[in-house]
Each structure stands twice: as structure tokens, then as C-alpha cells.
């Protein structure tokens, strides 16, 4: 058992919160991982060091002069290549990549393709590949989506 606290250590810890701390960032990694299915914490560091490298690198690039032809090549190059992975929406500009590019963008993008059944959940898949992503026959998201095209079949999916 432990001793009930004293009016001068109530008082002291009054404002102090013990289920929120501040280098847990609100449970905000719990909350990513439980809506994407991560397994390990460490997916999810992973994930947030990758975006951390591509801020950073961002922010390196914006130092830089605007007439800077290696600016301008690697700005390109980098919105290209983030947007073709999916991570971006468009190719606006350099200064999206501060707010738009989380772990959560990057979890989005993990799921199965081709006609292989690939077991890790952490593959990520680009646009171009998209186009071949198929689902397991028994799965929930393949009858959904024939439903939502008005192409189910029960004999198929049972």
C-alpha cells in the first residue's frame, strides 16, 4: 500500500499530469499505430526519422538562392519523387513538405500488390503500381469495392 500524500505534496503536484507526457507527443505514435497496423514501435520511428531526413532536407534546400540551379533540380526531383511514392497529393511546391509529409502519409501508401501475396505489411506501394494491386479472393475491402462498382458475385467471394 502507499501512504496518502501530505497537504504540502498535494499541492506541489496538483498541476503535474501524469498520464500525458510531454516527450509521448499526446500518445499521437499509439494512435498512428493502431490506425495503420504497425507491430513494432520501432516501424513507427523508422517512419518518423524518414520524415524528419526529408524536412530537414527541405529546409537545407530552401536556404539556398531561389536562382540556384541545383536548387531548382533537386526541389523538382524531390516533390517528383515524393508524389510518384504517393506520400504528396501534387507537386505544388517545397514548402508543402513541412505540414503534408507525416507517418501517417507514408503508412498510407503500405498494403499488397501484383499477384504475389506479399506478407509485409510495411510495402510500400507507388502510383504506377496501383493500377496492378489485387486483392486475397476471401477479402472484406475486395467485396466492398465490388459492391461499390455493383459487380459482386456471392459464388466468387464465398
Same mark, same amino acid.
Given at each position: ?8 505534496e498535494? +499541492?506541489?503536484?496538483?498541476k ?39 524536412r #530537414? ?17 533537386h ?17 505544388? +511546391? ?14 498510407r501508401?503500405r ?24 486483392w ?10 465490388? #459492391? ?11
Amino acid at each position: 500500500m502507499v501512504r496518502a500524500l501530505k497537504h504540502h505534496e498535494k +499541492k506541489l503536484l496538483k498541476k503535474v499530469d501524469f498520464l500525458d507526457w510531454k516527450q509521448d507527443q499526446g500518445h499521437r505514435d499509439t494512435q498512428v499505430m493502431r490506425t495503420y497496423h504497425i507491430q513494432n514501435r520501432e516501424d513507427y520511428h523508422k517512419y518518423n526519422k524518414i520524415c524528419g531526413d526529408i524536412r #530537414k532536407l527541405a529546409h537545407k534546400l530552401s536556404l539556398l538562392q531561389p536562382t540556384d540551379p541545383f536548387r531548382i533540380k533537386h526541389e523538382q526531383l524531390l516533390l517528383e519523387k515524393l508524389y510518384n511514392m504517393g506520400v504528396l497529393s501534387t507537386k505544388s +511546391k517545397i514548402s508543402d513538405l513541412e505540414n503534408k509529409v507525416t507517418v501517417s502519409s507514408l503508412c498510407r501508401r503500405r498494403t499488397g500488390c501484383w499477384a504475389k501475396c506479399i506478407t509485409d505489411p510495411a510495402y510500400l506501394i507507388t502510383r504506377n503500381l496501383e493500377d496492378y494491386l489485387t486483392w486475397v479472393d476471401n477479402s472484406k475491402i475486395k467485396r466492398n469495392v465490388l #459492391k461499390y462498382k455493383n459487380k459482386i458475385d456471392d459464388f466468387d467471394l464465398a
